[in-house]
């Protein structure tokens, strides 16, 4: 069994700090593990992903996160926060092996203070 | 390349109607997979199909069903609407049948039942 948990639902800080994005993973084997940023009214777009190799894994936008397997964590960071990083974004997971659906996180959305 | 594709954009339905949505994926991908998004239960799984053949089925009523044609296009259908069917409808395409495949997701269809 896998599943997913974003901590904070909304999240708010200042244009120009750091943004920290929290997400918890469980997965019985090793999992890939996703992060996708949603703008209103649009679909989602892959940010980052971390399937093997390096832990610390760069996306767009300056997006990074890395994966820590004994806190099972994935968290999403960028240095600086910028007007436009404000939307809904969703960490996922998806067991490696077998024919496993990917499970999201229930999403945190981000508010950005000018 | 042209993205992942979805019709309508926007459906209003009654309830104890039927609807079906149509998906193009991305040229050259094989999978498929078909997600609702509400406020309150977020992003949940309904089905995957890769080569026509459904993968893996989410925890949904018989009244959702979707196939796969062999241009990899997909379609899902939902009988007897109910108003709590209202939600946004999301496909995502991947090349394969990869578990680590980046799913790619289209704008998706915003279905509201009266």
């Known amino acids: 069994a896998q599943s997913v948990t974003q901590l904070g639902s909304h999240v708010s800080v200042s244009e120009g700090a750091l943004v920290l994005l929290r997400c918890n993973y469980s997965s019985s084997v090793p999992p890939?593990?996703?992060?996708y940023v949603q703008y209103p009214n649009q679909g989602l777009q892959l940010l980052l992903k971390y399937t093997t190799g390096a832990t610390l894994v760069k996306g767009i936008n300056g997006?990074?996160?890395?994966f820590k397997k004994s806190e099972t964590s994935f968290h999403l960071t960028k240095p600086?926060?910028?007007?436009?990083?404000?939307?809904?974004?969703?960490?996922?997971?998806?067991?490696?092996?077998?024919?496993?659906?990917?499970?999201?996180?229930t999403g945190t959305k981000l508010q950005v203070i000018p | 390349k042209a993205g992942v594709t979805q019709t309508p954009r926007y459906l209003i339905k009654t309830r104890g109607q039927?609807?079906?949505?149509?998906?193009?994926?991305i040229s050259g991908h094989r999978s498929v997979s078909?997600?609702?998004?509400?406020?309150?239960q977020g992003l949940q799984f309904l089905f995957?199909?890769?080569?026509?053949?459904?993968?893996?089925k989410g925890?949904?009523?018989?009244?959702f069903s979707g196939r796969q044609f062999s241009n990899s296009r997909s379609e899902m259908n939902v009988s007897t609407l109910e108003l709590g069917d209202s939600a946004l409808y999301l496909c995502a395409s991947s090349p394969g049948q990869g578990t680590a495949d980046t799913q790619y997701f289209g704008p998706g269809t915003r279905l509201t039942v009266l």
């Open chain 1, 32 to 35: 890939y593990l996703f992060w």
């Open chain 1, 63 to 66: 997006f990074e996160a890395e």
């Open chain 1, 80 to 105: 600086s926060a910028h007007m436009s990083d404000a939307a809904e974004y969703f960490c996922a997971v998806r067991s490696s092996g077998g024919y496993q659906k990917v499970t999201f996180g």
């Open chain 2, 18 to 25: 039927q609807v079906t949505l149509s998906c193009s994926p």
């Open chain 2, 34 to 40: 078909w997600y609702q998004q509400t406020p309150g």
């Open chain 2, 48 to 56: 995957e199909y890769f080569s026509e053949t459904q993968r893996n």
């Open chain 2, 59 to 63: 925890n949904f009523p018989g009244r």
